[in-house]
């Protein structure tokens, strides 16, 4: 069964440190791929998005990911996190071209900043 | 961006009554809407699809006569959750697609139900 794995449940950081979430999937097929990120309290909102072509792309709030298919992975990062970063990632992974495709999300990971 | 809302955002209710939770994209038509279940620290767990004038589709292990789902309109999906019990305690979130399938899915806020 396709599934995505998100390898840290929590990391903390101090301010200005750099971030890198880890995001692998499995599905050997083409996939769209995404960021969603749930502030304390708010709804899931996108962060960025992957369909195809430059496999880095560059998202909102300064926030990046870069697609290695080989690897299958889509790594989450940021070079210099704020205090407001504070909230719960989720990466997501939507299987093939078919309309039927649904997004599999992975367990999310929790990033607290520290000021 | 697009904005999906949700009604109620949260709701308490007695064992064995009924709960219906709305979810309406306000400025755009979804052709296709999506709800999902989160539980604490957890992440969302699909619970059906729905098409615009078509009947739901269900992921295994959902009970589509305990979750009522209906898409009357482009703007408006309903989670219906029939004789509600403690376990059914969670946050309801649905998303809402506009077209093809290469668009994004939009979240709404979600809504928590708390069943006592």
């Known amino acids: 069964a396709q599934s995505v794995s998100q390898h840290n449940h929590h990391v903390i950081l101090s301010e200005a440190a750099s971030l890198e979430l880890g995001c692998n999937y499995s599905y050997g097929g083409t996939v769209n791929l995404f960021w969603y990120v749930q502030y304390p309290g708010q709804h899931l909102q996108l962060l960025l998005k992957y369909f195809s072509g430059d496999p880095l792309v560059k998202g909102i709030k300064g926030f990046e990911a870069e697609f290695i298919k080989s690897k299958f992975s889509f790594n989450l990062r940021k070079p210099s996190v704020q205090w407001s970063d504070t909230a719960e990632y989720f990466c997501?992974?939507?299987?093939?071209?078919?309309?039927?495709?649904?997004?599999?999300f992975g367990s999310g990971t929790r990033l607290s900043i520290r000021p | 961006g697009a904005v999906v809302s949700q009604h109620p955002s949260w709701v308490i209710c007695k064992s064995g009554t009924s709960v219906k939770i709305e979810c309406r994209s306000l400025?755009?038509?979804?052709?296709?809407m999506f709800w999902y279940r989160q539980f604490p620290k957890q992440s969302l767990m699909l619970m059906a699809t729905?098409?615009?004038?078509?009947?739901?589709?269900?992921e295994q292990g959902v009970e589509k006569d305990k979750f009522l789902i209906n898409h009357a309109s482009l703007t408006l999906s309903t989670l219906t959750v029939t004789s509600a019990h403690p376990e059914d305690s969670s946050f309801y979130i649905c998303?809402?697609?506009?077209?093809?399938?290469?668009?994004?899915?939009?979240f709404g806020p979600g809504t928590r139900l708390l069943v006592l």
């Open positions: 729905s098409n615009e004038g078509s009947k739901a589709t269900y």
């Open positions: 400025d755009f038509q979804a052709t296709t």
């Open positions: 998303s809402a697609r506009q077209g093809s399938n290469q668009e994004t899915q939009y």
């Open positions: 997501a992974v939507k299987p093939g071209y078919s309309s039927a495709s649904k997004i599999i």
